[in-house]
């Protein structure tokens, strides 16, 4: 038993605390539980008088209080290193006297031939080699073991990080400033520490940002520690540093974010090259900073929309960094439309369309005209639009304008909403899809399927949808926007939405179902006729009637009488006044009427109408009168009827005109002249003289009276952007007075002696009454 004993490995290597436990306790009886006692002063008896005893009052006095305390929470804790040590041996194995003499006989022999010291404990012991002279121990020292390389790479990180943040602030002042406490602090010191502080921030930032942008896979870290930047609470400080570093992180992520969507789909026990890891984590890290930064950038922009019962006060410069941040989503969604959180971005900023803050309104309905002008897809435009829907809804309509002024830009040309049902009768007429199949071969099924591949493929590399696809997100996008058309028409009439409401009906009406044209004139005639409208409302009502008989509503059994009276009764009422802004809707209504259905206007409404143009010439600015002109041109050389309007001979025709009579039919313009362009030749304006001539010589396409080619080519609408004066710049430019020019002396002459004579003696009269008042003063 003994020998099977010596040639037992040992499983482990045995403690110095133990190894002496053993030497002090041979030849004693040993208990089940062999654990020390241990006295304290509150356990100790005043009889004891066993010299161990006295030893370990003496040992306990010894030991501070502190030390005490913590040895006695630790021990009744059991969270004492010594107890972890110690390990209790069941009683069923019962060892004898001597047997237990020689195990530790044989293991003290073991321990002391291959005693390892205190710098070499970190050891680990290897298999025993069997030698000619016997069994031979091995050991390796593991204190100099190279780690494994995500524990180096993680160091390597660590050493680097440390080193940049040596190098980030190593120009890093002070926290204090030095002052004397005889001396008050003065305000140039404070401001100079400021200062310093933030060129130090400054520094950081740039240094953060260009190591990031320079290899931004290794450097994806230093977008945290951007983002840490924007978390800074000192008062004096953070506004300037937030802005600093909000306006670097937006850069940054218009550069790195890529032109896809990334979506990562974690599968357990999936093996992935060593370079897809890597770019997963890359993106991965990217897209959890670019969550954050949205975050905070929402947090900045929320004092700019109050909820109801928040009575918190904000600053003006706290309102200048949400408008800032406001700024910001709306370059993120500009650059990139189709990236992640792209649907929370739309949902963010449609509420800012409704914001009390002016330029906050402005800046998020640039950005829906870009995004609806620029977006191939449709897919955007359908989400930032059911987001506008829901927003009027929910607050009854009582939203601003720039709510709905973003639809005019959606690019919709010709969408038919009936599709789906022309797509239905068309699939009856074509073959089924199991005779098709039948009809066509294996090689060519393959083939098929291939190419469908290869499109779905190469329609995902360019990010964009097929024209299926886009079609049907333009027929969603139209159907919304003529559902909050027709509910603000029907259901608010008459609030402050209802001029932009008439204005995109009037833009998209060609797309609207045949079969709604006729409940649309009559909503719009008992707008006219009951409503208390503006002139632009009015304008526009009139404008979508005449849209509306052009196209495809000839069809439609409409007597467009009393919007023809409507609109000859409206037009004085425009001047170069406050009502100006409508002159464009009405010279394009004009220009509906008279030139693009001239065929079935009758010879009274266009005399008539021709003729209160050139009287509404006269009372608009240079511009207007310039599209007026050229609507009077277009209409003369169209019919051949209006050169009664340039003969001055009134003899031909009956009656006499009433210019005071609001109905075009019988207010007998056919006996009167264009004498507006006598005026409009002496015109202050170049360009409105050479309109006015032309005209009075008959709008001749070729010789005497004819416009230059440039000028013959515009429209009214053309000539009425192209001069405007609101940019305060006149059109043509007024050329400066020549240098050279000598400046002749002014002689006074006298046609008659007599007068000069007295001239003479009246100046002599006021002299003398001078000198007699000057003697009396004397």
């Not at 003496?58 to 305390?69: A, G, L, N, R, S």
């Not at 940049?164 to 001396?183: A, G, Q, R, Y």
């Not at 409940?519 to 409208?533: G, Q, R, S, T």
């Not at 065929?599 to 005399?607: C, P």
Request: aromatic letters at 8%; charged letters at 30%; proline letters at 3%.
């Amino acid at each position: 038993m003994s020998k099977k004993k010596q040639t037992k490995k040992p499983k482990s290597k045995t403690s110095s605390i133990k190894q002496r436990n053993r030497l002090r306790n041979k030849g004693k009886i040993k208990t089940k539980k062999h654990v020390p006692k241990i006295s304290f002063p509150s356990q100790r008896t005043p009889t004891s008088t066993e010299p161990e005893e006295d030893i370990t009052d003496d040992m306990v006095e010894m030991v501070e209080k502190d030390d005490m305390e913590y040895l006695m929470t630790s021990i009744s804790q059991q969270k004492y290193n010594l107890f972890k040590q110690i390990k209790i041996k069941n009683s069923s194995q019962k060892i004898t006297k001597n047997d237990e003499s020689e195990f530790s006989a044989l293991e003290d022999k073991y321990v002391g031939s291959h005693s390892v010291s205190k710098e070499e404990y970190n050891v680990k012991m290897l298999l025993p080699v069997k030698t000619k002279d016997g069994v031979e121990r091995r050991f390796m020292n593991i204190t100099n073991e190279p780690a494994p390389e995500k524990n180096l790479e993680v160091k390597s990180q660590n050493i680097n990080s440390n080193e940049e943040e040596e190098v980030l602030w190593l120009n890093k002042p002070t926290d204090s400033i030095d002052i004397t406490l005889n001396e008050p602090i003065s305000m140039a010191k404070i401001y100079a520490k400021r200062d310093e502080i933030i060129q130090m921030y400054k520094f950081r930032i740039g240094l953060l940002s260009s190591s990031l942008l320079e290899n931004p896979e290794l450097k994806i870290g230093n977008l945290s520690l951007l983002l840490e930047i924007m978390n800074k609470q000192d008062p004096e400080l953070q506004i300037t540093i937030k802005k600093l570093v909000t306006l670097s992180l937006l850069e940054i992520f218009k550069d790195l974010i890529p032109a896809y969507q990334i979506k990562h789909q974690d599968i357990p026990f999936n093996k992935l090259k060593k370079v897809t890891r890597q770019l997963m984590g890359y993106e991965g890290q990217l897209l959890k900073n670019y969550k954050m930064y949205l975050v905070k950038l929402e947090q900045m922009a929320s004092c700019l929309r109050k909820k109801k019962g928040d009575t918190r006060i904000f600053s003006e410069q706290q309102k200048g960094l949400g408008v800032i941040a406001v700024k910001c989503l709306c370059e993120l969604l500009m650059a990139h439309p189709y990236f992640n959180y792209a649907d929370n971005i739309i949902h963010l900023l449609t509420l800012y369309l409704d914001s009390s803050n002016e330029s906050v309104r402005k800046v998020v309905e640039n950005c829906y005209k870009d995004i609806f002008h620029d977006d191939k897809r449709g897919l955007i435009s359908l989400i930032a639009i059911r987001r506008i829907n829901h927003l009027v809804k929910t607050r009854a309509h009582s939203v601003h304008c720039e709510a709905l002024a973003v639809l005019l830009s959606l690019r919709i040309k010709n969408v038919n909403l009936d599709q789906e049902k022309e797509d239905e009768i068309k699939n009856k007429k074509f073959k089924t899809r199991r005779q098709k199949l039948l009809t066509m071969s294996k090689k060519e099924r393959k083939r098929k399927k291939e190419l469908e591949k290869l499109e779905k493929e190469m329609l995902e590399v360019k990010a964009e949808e097929n024209k299926k696809s886009k079609e049907q997100y333009m027929t969603e996008i139209m159907k919304m926007v003529f559902l909050i058309y027709f509910r603000i028409l029907k259901r608010a009439p008459r609030s402050n939405l209802l001029s932009i409401t008439l204005e995109g009906l009037a833009k998209f009406t060609h797309c609207i179902n045949l079969e709604y044209y006729q409940d649309i004139v009559n909503v719009l005639d008992h707008l006219l006729e009951n409503e208390p409208l503006n002139i632009r409302e009015q304008l526009y009502c009139i404008k979508t009637v005449f849209i509306i008989l052009t196209g495809q509503g000839d069809a439609l059994n409409v007597d467009p009488l009393f919007f023809y009276t409507h609109l000859y009764r409206v037009m004085l009422q425009i001047d170069a006044g406050k009502t100006y802004e409508s002159c464009d809707t009405l010279l394009s209504t004009l220009e509906a009427i008279l030139i693009h259905k001239n065929k079935k206007i009758t010879t009274q409404r266009m005399l008539s109408f021709t003729k209160r143009i050139a009287t509404l010439a006269l009372q608009l600015l240079h511009n207007g009168s310039l599209g007026a002109l050229c609507i009077i041109k277009s209409s003369v050389q169209l019919n051949k009827t209006a050169d009664l309007l340039l003969d001055v001979d009134s003899n031909y025709g009956e009656g006499i005109y009433n210019a005071e009579l609001n109905e075009p039919e019988y207010c007998n313009a056919g006996n009167t002249a264009l004498w507006e362009l006598c005026a409009l030749r002496r015109h202050y304006h170049p360009v409105v003289q050479k309109m006015s001539v032309h005209i009075s010589n008959g709008a001749p396409n070729l010789g005497e009276g004819s416009l230059p080619a440039n000028l013959a080519k515009m429209t009214s609408i053309d000539f009425y952007k192209e001069y405007d004066p609101s940019s305060l710049a006149f059109k043509p430019s007024i050329p400066k007075p020549s240098d050279n020019i000598k400046k002749k002396k002014f002689k006074l002459t006298y046609s008659s002696s007599k007068f000069l004579d007295y001239c003479n003696d009246i100046v002599d009269n006021i002299n003398t009454e001078i000198n007699f008042s000057r003697l009396l003063l004397n």
